[in-house]
């Protein structure tokens, strides 16, 4: 039976797909339940959810903005940017909050974690350090309606921001190791937490055309690459990071919602509101079209070798599994269904609204759009089968702690050794990491 957390608990870990629940969080149980088989335990870190933007805030083009704010622009780009409004008009902003974003990311090398705290600020706790007491929070007056955050693969130590007008690139300094810092650049400076030697400096801001919302980020496996989008332009955007030179790429009229690159690089997924989704290769940079008729893409992640996308669909229990067919760069896939019976009779939802995929294969979390009140916030564990075909094994529901708490972001570890390791961002204020341990680790 699928481990249900009663009505007050909170989910502290799985063990061996028992979802473990409390009355309430703390180190101590956290210790007694996993630390002593992972040598660590995961405390939850506070946050304000008030700081971050509401559910219902004013389209952009709305908002005045100071004249000192505002370039000069020419007649001529004043008449582009006039038809390009018509042509491509800007995203309902309460659509904006039900698609996937990357609000949470951790280190591809240590067991440090960096989330979206704020309207305008990120936040990066560090769990190897026992003497940060305190996370540290990254904010720039160039870094505005931050909507994204990710880490850079290959490095570990910079932190891409998605916000208002392009991406902040932050960089770890250290004595001795101090990054360039691109000319022209505010200096902004955030000190690492005390007992810490160290800080955080912005070194590059990335300007997206036109002062565009960047909606989406995604990061190249090898980290030379960053792909970003925005929800008000059907372009996206391929950055040679070490240049700061961007290369603009569109398809179709719709704008884009989410983008995942493949573990091995070669393919990259562009999802857009229309419920069109692109399928690119990264050698030509050529594309497959796809359509769905049940909604945009509201998630999506890659099997561990790039070879398998597993979707969600705004308007749908079902999820849907591309199985690429041929190696790189062929384009040549199908679309199989991957159904989740208890989605839509056990919670009745409408649909999925946010998907997470451990890099190891073996869990799948995601969360849902309404429910009957008893799964209401809850977020659902799938023990996952890839062969022959993807199949999923309902495993239990992770409650998050306060009352009507709900998921607004969560991602998977991809690099933890000892099982799926997951960080979910709780309405309620807290930022909670449950380690999903089991028998193959």
């Given amino acids: 039976m699928p481990s249900f957390p009663p009505p007050g608990a909170v989910t502290l870990c799985e063990i061996n797909r028992n979802l473990v629940a409390v009355d309430a969080l703390s180190d101590d149980r956290a210790k007694e339940a996993y630390g002593d088989v992972l040598g660590m335990v995961f405390s939850p870190i506070p946050f304000q959810p008030d700081a971050l933007p509401p559910i219902r805030e ?15 622009a020419s007649v001529t780009s004043t008449i582009s940017e006039f038809f390009k409004r018509m042509i491509f008009p800007p995203q309902d902003p309460n659509l904006l909050h039900e698609f996937d974003t990357q609000k949470v990311s951790w280190n591809p090398h240590k067991h440090c974690l960096a989330f979206v705290s704020g309207k305008n600020q990120v936040t990066v706790h560090d769990f190897e350090d026992s003497d940060a007491k305190e996370p540290c929070i990254l904010t720039s007056d160039h870094q505005i309606n931050v909507k994204a955050v990710e880490w850079r693969p290959n490095s570990g130590k910079m932190i891409a921001v ?7 690139l932050w960089s770890a300094s250290y004595p001795g190791n101090v990054p360039f810092m691109k000319a022209g650049v505010t200096p902004s400076f955030s000190a690492f937490p005390r007992g810490s030697v160290g800080q955080w400096i912005l070194v590059d801001v990335l300007r997206s055309s036109c002062a565009e919302q960047v909606s989406a980020l995604c990061w190249k496996p090898d980290g030379r690459y960053l792909a970003s ?92 599994s591309v199985h690429f067919s041929s190696k790189p760069p062929s384009l040549e896939a199908h679309l199989l269904p991957v159904e989740l019976p208890e989605i839509a009779s056990l919670i009745v939802s409408r649909g999925i609204e946010k998907l997470a995929w451990d890099a190891s294969g073996e869990r799948l979390a995601l969360s849902f759009k309404d429910g009957n009140e008893m799964y209401h916030g809850l977020v659902a564990v799938y023990d996952v089968r890839r062969s022959p075909l993807v199949s999923l094994s309902l495993v239990g529901f992770i409650r998050g702690p306060g009352e009507g708490a709900k998921p607004l972001a969560f991602a998977f570890h991809n690099k933890f050794k000892q099982g799926p390791l997951l960080s979910v961002c709780w309405s309620s204020g807290w930022c909670c990491t449950y380690p999903l341990i089991l028998r193959s680790h």
């Fill in 162 to 168: 998605a916000c208002k007008g392009g991406i902040c």
């Fill in 229 to 320: 989008a925005s929800s008000d332009s059907p372009s996206f955007t391929i950055w040679d990071v070490s240049q700061g030179l961007g290369t603009p790429i569109r398809r179709g009229l719709s704008n884009i919602s989410l983008m995942r690159w493949s573990p091995s690089g070669d393919y990259l997924l562009a999802a857009k509101f229309d419920g069109t989704f692109h399928f690119w290769e990264t050698n030509t940079w050529t594309s497959e079209l796809w359509s769905s008729s049940n909604g945009y893409v509201s998630g999506a992640n890659w099997d561990p070798e790039g070879r398998v996308a597993l979707l969600s669909f705004s308007n749908s229990t079902t999820l849907g």
């Fill in 58 to 72: 004013p389209p952009a083009a709305e908002q005045p903005e100071s004249s000192e704010n505002v370039p000069t």
